[in-house]
Structure formats: structure tokens, C-alpha cells
């Protein structure tokens, strides 16, 4: 079953094409990369697909529905949740107020009996490795990233953004954020990731989608698309064409 599907999304700020006519669909169970150089259009993207900026033109389908141009509160009620490239908590409010937040508010009222018992099970889902009593002010960029992730599972999504959710950790932590992925994958959540890391992208991803200057240049398994020579090419220029060993061979 398709669970997002895009049609000729397009994204423009004045008099730049930041997406440009992307057409892309995530499966469900599916863990999807989206990939693509500096600058891309991939948070532009992510974006237009979850409400925070509506897009110029094109449509957005969840569910089957068409979400185009809805409020990220709408999309979230849908099962759509999200984390952020640099997450934003409510700085003076604690770790497990932050989660609290996000469970009231992200779920239909009355359907979570007790908020605090819900987030505290988030908390403990993502493993969050300090008391729950901390001012959020005070958490560093591992701890601020597991937060926002216990944020956006509180509402009990079906499907999840990952934005960059990887950067800044180190190679231990990778491996932990890989079994967490995959941990969330296996509760039935579907998942699109704004990624750069290869060992993650790699490891994690069935599918991969990428995009160059607003447009999508591939989408299929993660072999194909990290075989492919237009990815190469997006990413490090023609001459990684010119050095690959076929280039090489005489004619
Ligand atoms: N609010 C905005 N107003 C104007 N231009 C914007 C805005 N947001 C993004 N852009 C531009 O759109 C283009 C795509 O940016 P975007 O952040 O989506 O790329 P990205 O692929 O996510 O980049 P990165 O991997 O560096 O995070 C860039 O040229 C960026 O400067």
C-alpha cells in the first residue's frame, strides 16, 4: 500500500525553484532516503509534504487522501509526525513537560488517559539517557535529537520524518540510532529520512529518492539509486565519472 505519494510538487521562494515537479511515493513498512547534495530542496521538500510550507503547486496524498496545502496539526490528527534538522523544544519546560506537550496535543482529546505515563513510555522507547526532571535548555545535541524523536512519536504516528536526525553523533551513537530506526520500523511506522550519512543511509534504507537543484534525479532500492551515475555525479562532479573504472578502460 502507497501511505505518501507526491505528484509534481513544486516549491518556489520569489524567484527560486527550491523543489521543482517532484513525483515520488513511500511504501508502507518502507524506510525511504531521501538524498541529495547541499542546498537540494530536501528540507524544502519534507516541508511542502508535511504543511509547514505549503507548496506552489503540485499535490500531496497520505493515506490516500489529498493533504495538499493542510496545517501540520492537520497531518499529525492524519498520522503524519515529524522531527526537526535542529530541534526547537520548549527550552524552560522539562524533558518529560516537552513530551508531555506533544502528547496532549498531538492526540485526539481523551484518547490518552494518562499523558504522563505516555510520554515517560516514549522516553523510555528512544532510550533517553538523563532524568526526565531536566530543563531542556540545558540538553546537548545527542540528548535535544531523542527528545524530539520521543516528541514526534507521541501522537502515535503511522508515518515519520526524520530530518537529519543523525548528524553530530558519533560512531557508538550511530549504531544506537540504527537499532532505534529500525526498532520504530518494526511498531509500524513508516519512515522518510533526510539523510547524508552513508553508513546509515546504507544500512537502514530499502529505498532512496534523490534530488538535485529542486528536481528528483532518482528514485528506486538503495542499489540502484547508489549505483546510479547521476547520483554520483550530484554528489561529487564529473570527474568521479572520469575516475570510475570503465572510464578508464580504452574504447
Ligand atoms: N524560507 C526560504 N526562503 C528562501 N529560500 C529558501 C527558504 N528555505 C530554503 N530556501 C532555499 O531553497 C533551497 C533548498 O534548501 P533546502 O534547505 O530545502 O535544501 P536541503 O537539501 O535540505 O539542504 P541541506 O542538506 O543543506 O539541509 C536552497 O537554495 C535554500 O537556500
Redesign the pocket.
Known sequence: MIVLETKELTKQ??G?T?VNAVSMHINEGDIVGLI??????????VNAMAGL?PPTSGQVFIFGENTTGKTPEKMCRRGLSRTF?IPVPFPKMTVLENVMTATIFGNRPGTIRDPAAHSRQMLEFVDFPIAEDTISEQLNTVQLKRLDLARALASGPKLLFLD?LASGLSEGELKDMITLIFKIRDQGITILM?E?IMQLIMNLCNRLVC?QF?TKIAEGTTEEVANDPAVTKAYLGDAALDCAPDAQQPA
Open positions: 521562494f520569489g527560486l527550491a541529495g547534495p547541499n542546498g537540494a530542496g530536501k528540507t524544502t521538500l510550507n534538522q537529519e533526510i547524508h534530488i529542486g
